[in-house]
């Protein structure tokens, strides 16, 4: 059975600038698939209105999305115990290709869904997108963790989806405007609207295709893999997988009810224009999150750590309320001076919103020193302030309910990292295999967004209905404490 070199990016040429490099190349999928898959937030909406459905019937957005994680991970798991991994024989570079193409195709065939104004097409479209999706999380997310030391694989993967975050940070507010507004037009179907920007998103995937079938990527930890499922034999991914089931579950269905529940009377009484762009603040939350884990889990000086702690989301947090203060409804009629000019008073008028974000992100720093760079610790502070965090939402109303929900964001950022990366830790060549695993796993944002929207159909209350999420961060926080340390005897412990 082969071993997978690891090899430690340093800071001083050699094979470590190639890996900064191949990092830096893998970055750009994340980021893809960040602002791709945070529009279903904006589907949800615009399909309930214009095929008038239950809130169960829109959630079948994510069903079709997630859902095919889970078929693609299978289909991809079963190979691999039949007749070997698939990534060891073809690399990771062509796992990428082939998961783009997939994706382009998924994504062409919205344009004629929208010509047949044709629900059932639409989510047939997003299932091959998922597919798609399915084959780049395999490929990407254990590839970045080998692109270097083991021990500082949850900071990799953190700054990953750091780039990824920045894709869901800016993808509500573009989506929403384009969708909306841009591509709406009078008297047409509602469905209408999504036609061009898919069919851009299928071009890009083509050209990324291209470029990365031609570019150079190292190919570590490739080679023959002994048949059969020798992935299952540690529990502490058995607990993952149900871990990263809970996590991405949790996630989406917050995510999937934030513009319906900021349109709730009793809580904000937004529209869905105004309510998204407060979906890319939660999104945005986990861009500065993410950013942080890495840095904390890092092996940076302790001086430096401090440093960038206190920039980062200082930083991200200006982004984050520049982007909310854009006037993109004015994008198609006003020059640029007047642009600037209404962008810059309502960045001063937002002053009143963005205040209120503050204290969070302070919570968020001083919950990471209470992590002491330790990837469980951390996954298990986060979880549980995500569980407050809900638990207030669903007692109490108004804007203090709509600013734990938005909040959320920033304490759910590390935990795809670092439960990915715990449930990784020793599994050696077993570590594709597992991946397939964790990403068959992502099937939680296909189930749980039903689950919520069918309680709150039967209730009548969409604010009870995060009871769902809450206990499926209940569970990653017992994973981060204790799960994943079950049956590792044999490994160092944290």
Same mark, same amino acid.
């Given at each position: 059975?082969?071993?997978?070199?690891?090899?430690?990016?340093?800071?001083?040429?050699?094979?470590?600038?190639?890996?900064?490099?191949?990092?830096?190349?893998?970055?750009?999928?994340?980021?893809?698939?960040?602002?791709?898959?945070?529009?279903?937030?904006?589907?949800?909406?615009?399909?309930?209105?214009?095929?008038?459905?239950?809130?169960?019937?829109?959630?079948?957005?994510?069903?079709?999305?997630?859902?095919?994680?889970?078929?693609?991970?299978?289909?991809?798991?079963?190979?691999?115990?039949?007749?070997?991994?698939?990534?060891?024989?073809?690399?990771?570079?062509?796992?990428?290709?082939?998961?783009?193409?997939?994706?382009?195709?998924?994504?062409?065939?919205?344009?004629?869904?929208?010509?047949?104004?044709?629900?059932?097409?639409?989510?047939?479209?997003?299932?091959?997108?998922?597919?798609?999706?399915?084959?780049?999380?395999?490929?990407?997310?254990?590839?970045?963790?080998?692109?270097?030391?083991?021990?500082?694989?949850?900071?990799?993967?953190?700054?990953?989806?750091?780039?990824?975050?920045?894709?869901?940070?800016?993808?509500?507010?573009?989506?929403?405007?384009?969708?909306?507004?841009?591509?709406?037009?009078?008297?047409?179907?509602?469905?209408?609207?999504?036609?061009?920007?898919?069919?851009?998103?299928?071009?890009?995937?083509?050209?990324?295709?291209?470029?990365?079938?031609?570019?150079?990527?190292?190919?570590?930890?490739?080679?023959?893999?002994?048949?059969?499922?020798?992935?299952?034999?540690?529990?502490?991914?058995?607990?993952?997988?149900?871990?990263?089931?809970?996590?991405?579950?949790?996630?989406?269905?917050?995510?999937?009810?934030?513009?319906?529940?900021?349109?709730?009377?009793?809580?904000?009484?937004?529209?869905?224009?105004?309510?998204?762009?407060?979906?890319?603040?939660?999104?945005?939350?986990?861009?500065?999150?993410? !950013?942080?884990? /890495?840095? %904390?889990?890092?092996?940076?000086? @302790?001086?430096?750590?401090?440093? *960038? &702690? #206190?920039?980062?989301? =200082?930083?991200?947090?200006?982004?984050?309320?520049?982007?909310?203060?854009?006037?993109?409804?004015?994008?198609?009629?006003?020059?640029?001076?007047?642009?600037?000019?209404?962008?810059?008073?309502?960045?001063?008028?937002?002053?009143?919103?963005?205040?209120?974000?503050?204290?969070?992100?302070?919570?968020?720093?001083?919950?990471?020193?209470?992590?002491?760079?330790?990837?469980?610790?951390?996954?298990?502070?986060?979880?549980?302030?995500?569980?407050?965090?809900?638990?207030?939402?669903?007692?109490?109303?108004?804007?203090?309910?709509?600013?734990?929900?938005?909040?959320?964001?920033?304490?759910?950022?590390?935990?795809?990292?670092?439960? !990915?990366?715990? /449930?990784? %830790?020793?599994?050696?060549?077993? @570590?594709?295999?597992?991946?397939? *695993? &964790? #990403?068959?796993?992502? =099937?939680?944002?296909?189930?749980?967004?039903?689950?919520?929207?069918?309680?709150?159909?039967?209730?009548?209350?969409?604010?009870?209905?995060?009871?769902?999420?809450?206990?499926?961060?209940?569970?990653?926080?017992?994973?981060?404490?204790?799960?994943?340390?079950?049956?590792?005897?044999?490994?160092?412990?944290?």
């Amino acid at each position: 059975m082969a071993t997978i070199p690891t090899a430690n990016i340093s800071t001083q040429g050699g094979t470590g600038a190639s890996y900064r490099g191949s990092f830096a190349i893998m970055t750009s999928l994340f980021f893809l698939w960040g602002f791709m898959t945070v529009f279903n937030d904006i589907l949800i909406p615009r399909f309930k209105e214009a095929f008038t459905l239950t809130y169960f019937q829109a959630m079948l957005v994510q069903f079709a999305f997630f859902g095919a994680y889970f078929v693609g991970s299978l289909i991809y798991f079963i190979i691999s115990i039949t007749t070997g991994d698939p990534i060891a024989k073809l690399g990771y570079k062509n796992g990428v290709v082939i998961g783009l193409l997939i994706s382009a195709t998924g994504s062409a065939l919205f344009w004629p869904a929208a010509v047949a104004m044709s629900y059932p097409m639409f989510l047939g479209a997003l299932f091959i997108v998922g597919l798609g999706f399915a084959m780049l999380q395999i490929a990407a997310n254990p590839y970045v963790t080998i692109l270097g030391p083991e021990k500082t694989a949850s900071s990799r993967l953190n700054l990953a989806q750091g780039f990824n975050s920045i894709g869901t940070t800016i993808g509500p507010i573009i989506g929403g405007w384009l969708i909306y507004q841009y591509f709406a037009k009078t008297g047409a179907h509602g469905a209408d609207s999504v036609k061009m920007p898919y069919l851009a998103f299928s071009i890009v995937f083509v050209v990324l295709a291209v470029i990365f079938f031609f570019v150079h990527l190292p190919h570590i930890g490739e080679g023959k893999i002994e048949r059969g499922a020798g992935a299952l034999k540690y529990p502490h991914v058995v607990l993952g997988v149900l871990a990263i089931f809970m996590y991405v579950g949790g996630e989406v269905s917050v995510g999937s009810a934030i513009i319906n529940f900021l349109g709730q009377p009793n809580v904000a009484g937004l529209t869905a224009v105004e309510a998204s762009k407060y979906v890319a603040l939660y999104w945005g939350g986990l861009m500065i999150g993410r !950013f942080m884990g /890495a840095v %904390e889990l890092s092996e940076m000086k @302790k001086r430096s750590k401090q440093m *960038l &702690l #206190v920039v980062i989301p =200082l930083l991200a947090y200006l982004l984050l309320w520049a982007a909310k203060s854009c006037p993109m409804e004015s994008l198609q009629s006003k020059s640029f001076g007047d642009i600037f000019a209404q962008w810059g008073e309502q960045f001063r008028a937002n002053w009143s919103v963005f205040k209120l974000y503050l204290p969070f992100i302070g919570l968020c720093w001083g919950l990471f020193q209470f992590g002491k760079g330790l990837a469980g610790r951390t996954l298990t502070i986060f979880s549980l302030t995500v569980v407050a965090l809900l638990l207030t939402a669903i007692l109490v109303g108004g804007k203090m309910a709509m600013w734990c929900v938005v909040a959320i964001g920033l304490f759910t950022s590390i935990g795809w990292s670092n439960t !990915f990366s715990l /449930a990784l %830790e020793g599994t050696g060549v077993l @570590k594709s295999q597992v991946s397939s *695993l &964790l #990403v068959m796993a992502i =099937l939680g944002g296909a189930i749980l967004p039903p689950v919520q929207g069918f309680l709150a159909d039967a209730t009548k209350n969409l604010q009870l209905s995060f009871i769902v999420p809450l206990i499926a961060y209940a569970y990653v926080a017992f994973y981060g404490a204790i799960g994943h340390r079950i049956g590792r005897k044999n490994l160092a412990s944290e």
